[in-house]
């Protein structure tokens, strides 16, 4: 019995891995997107990743709805010089994937904003 246990975790543990592989590059890719659209102050089309429901949350801010999240984004354009994000660790789930990470947005020549942040993606 231990053998075969022990065969099937073998057998299973690099499935796994590679899978999780792979939506860490999904990820990263989509991030990269998003920097790159928002780097070239295209705020509608960082804007048009979020779902129609989604909210943005923090700093005291609750947006929630296309109108509102793109109204949010677009108050940004023009404002800001440079975005990067970083993930910490992403968590695959049935239908959403949980991404932690870190944000860093230049605004100007002397604004800066440095937070975590936790993003939902949703599969679809």
């Known amino acids: 019995m231990k053998n075969n246990i022990l065969l099937w975790v073998m057998l299973i543990g690099p ?15 989509l991030n990269k997107e998003m920097e790159q659209e928002f780097n070239s ?3 509608q089309k960082v804007a048009s990743y979020y779902l129609d429901s989604a909210t943005i949350i923090g700093g005291g801010m609750n947006v929630t709805g296309r109108k ?5 984004w677009m108050s940004l354009k023009d404002q800001s010089s440079n975005w990067r994000l970083e993930t910490d660790k ?13 944000s860093y947005l230049k605004m100007g ?6 937070v975590r942040f936790i993003l939902i993606w949703k599969k679809m």
């Open 109 to 114: 020549a002397s604004g800066e904003s440095n």
């Open 41 to 43: 102050n295209n705020m």
């Open 68 to 72: 509102n999240i793109d109204s949010y």
């Open 90 to 102: 992403i968590e695959d789930y049935d239908q959403i994937i949980i991404q932690r990470g870190r």
């Open 15 to 29: 499935v796994m891995i590679y899978a999780q592989s792979k939506v860490r590059d999904k990820i990263n890719v």
